[in-house]
């Protein structure tokens, strides 16, 4: 039989995804094809509906630092509980950094550090991971190494990279899921000054964009449930909310926030031009009609509202259904701009090791096995040793195809990788630039190269449909000199 834990984790079967009663036999699941079955079972007063469109979209607030150093600047953040309003005049228990349910954003330099002190105010362990970051071990927020309740931890980082929308989250091994859909999300951006010369939207023009699915019931409360259930969209941490804008080109930085959800969002017919992917600008913008983005990605788009009169709205969609709305308001001069070409990707050396990773979700009775390399996650155990300065080329399998298909993520902690082909054919438009994580389907492969540059030690690379990692679909690599 399946037990609740492993049911959370099942949602997100391909296209189609299962909504089994709990307890449901492992022989009860089938392919389904049907879209409207997808909340089957769960009973429609079970949630709260808002009106779409009728909330306002906030930003969330920027971290102050509590010390500019002359090397550092500092901040404090406390994890904790809080109630935030979620839905119009009900409040919802979330585990918040800060306080919010989008914690503040920290804006980062390239090439200036950051020092973030966190007390864990929680009842429970839980520790922080800045997703897509360059890292020592230390700081990196490995699963095993948590915040004790009561505890604070100070993380160090160095910022060494270009200008990128990385995010923070919860990553304590076994609650990671839970933790980041109650609240532990936050983003961090890495603003690199020599990127300013390309003139893009900048400051209140710059608007980061968290995106994520909850089921709210009508007391307020935050479930965690099998993840089809979700059936509220928030952006920033709000129903499907609107959002005002300047007749003129925005930067959005979008974030799937979602602890297991693809989205393939659309503005509509609108244009989306492409700037950035995880971990930073692309070599060149790129015109998209539909953006994938699986859990954990981000995508860097700018959106020109110069041509609509104000009184206009423009829809943002994912294929089940709107995520919020911009409407035009009004007109503003707009010294912003695209250029043709941006930051180009150096060459990678010529990489001289080559890895398999296979995902694999095991149905077979009596228990689920969540599996990377035919093993379930164990710290004790060091599952690639990778050399430092090497560059490696990574093959990533799907192997997950019977029941109509598992989907899963792949992220990589540490560095930033390529693309380099999906079963021998071309990357995705998505899959440009650097990146740190990539969906990839069932009975499919994706090949990636990355190179192992300064730091040594321990760090995982997983599924990031977290409902799968926080069962074991993670493993480890450690860097050696
Ligand atoms: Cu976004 Cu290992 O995590
Ligand atoms: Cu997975």
Same mark, same amino acid.
């Given at each position: ?58 930003? &969330? ?5 509590? /010390? ?57 362990? /839980? ?54 859909? /109650? ?55 709000? &129903? ?124 077979? &009775?009596?228990? &689920? ?113």
């Amino acid at each position: 039989m399946l037990n609740r834990r492993n049911m959370l984790a099942l949602g997100g079967l391909t296209g189609a995804s299962i909504l089994l009663p709990p307890d449901a036999a492992v022989a009860a699941l089938a392919p389904d094809g049907d879209p409207a079955r997808r909340r089957r079972g769960s009973r429609p007063d079970d949630r709260v509906h808002v009106p779409p469109f009728s909330v306002e979209m906030p930003l &969330p607030p920027v971290a102050r630092p509590v /010390a500019v150093r002359r090397d550092a600047d500092v901040y404090r953040i406390r994890i904790r509980n809080a109630r935030v309003e979620v839905v119009p005049r009900l409040l919802t228990p979330v585990m918040s950094f800060g306080g919010g349910f989008v914690g503040p954003t920290i804006m980062a330099r390239t090439g200036r550090k950051v020092i973030v002190k966190y007390r864990n105010e929680l009842d429970e362990p /839980a520790n922080v991971h800045v997703h897509g970051l360059h890292v020592p071990a230390s700081s990196d927020g490995h699963p095993m190494d948590v915040i004790q309740p009561g505890g604070v931890r100070e993380y160090v980082y160095p910022n060494g990279q270009q200008g990128a929308t990385l995010w923070y989250h919860d990553h304590s091994h076994h609650t990671e899921a839970q933790h980041v859909y /109650a609240g532990l999300h936050g983003f961090y951006l890495i603003h690199d000054p020599s990127e300013r010369r390309y003139g893009l939207p900048s400051g209140r023009y710059d608007v980061p964009i968290m995106i994520r699915d909850a089921l709210i019931t009508p007391t307020g409360k935050l479930a965690y449930d099998v993840p089809d259930t979700r059936n509220m969209l928030l952006a920033n941490g709000r &129903p499907q909310p609107y959002f005002r804008v300047a007749a003129r080109k925005y930067r959005f930085r979008l974030l799937n926030g979602t602890t297991h959800r693809l989205f393939r969002l659309n503005l509509g017919g609108v244009p989306m031009i492409q700037i950035g992917s995880d971990g930073g600008l692309l070599p060149a913008p790129q015109e998209m009609r539909e953006l994938l983005i699986s859990s954990g990605e981000r995508a860097d788009v700018v959106v020109d509202f110069g041509r609509f009169r104000p009184g206009r709205r423009v829809v943002m969609y994912d294929t089940s259904g709107a995520v919020m709305c911009f409407d035009v308001v009004h007109r503003v001069e707009d010294p912003s701009r695209v250029p043709d070409e941006l930051r180009p990707l150096p060459d990678l050396p010529e990489p001289t090791v080559t890895r398999d990773v296979v995902f694999d979700l095991q149905l077979t &009775p009596p228990q &689920p096995k969540y599996l990377m390399n035919d093993q379930v996650f164990d710290h004790d155990r060091v599952d690639f040793r990778v050399r430092r300065g090497t560059t490696e080329i990574w093959r990533i399998h799907n192997a997950d195809v019977e029941l109509g298909g598992i989907n899963h993520t792949f992220h990589l902690h540490l560095e930033q990788f390529r693309v380099l082909d999906r079963d021998g054919a071309a990357p995705w438009p998505s899959d440009r630039g650097r990146k740190d994580t990539i969906y990839v389907p069932p009975g499919q492969s994706a090949r990636v190269k990355v190179r192992f540059t300064e730091y040594l030690g321990k760090y995982v690379y997983h599924c990031h449909f977290l409902d799968h990692s926080s069962l074991g679909m993670m493993a480890q690599l450690e860097v050696v000199p």
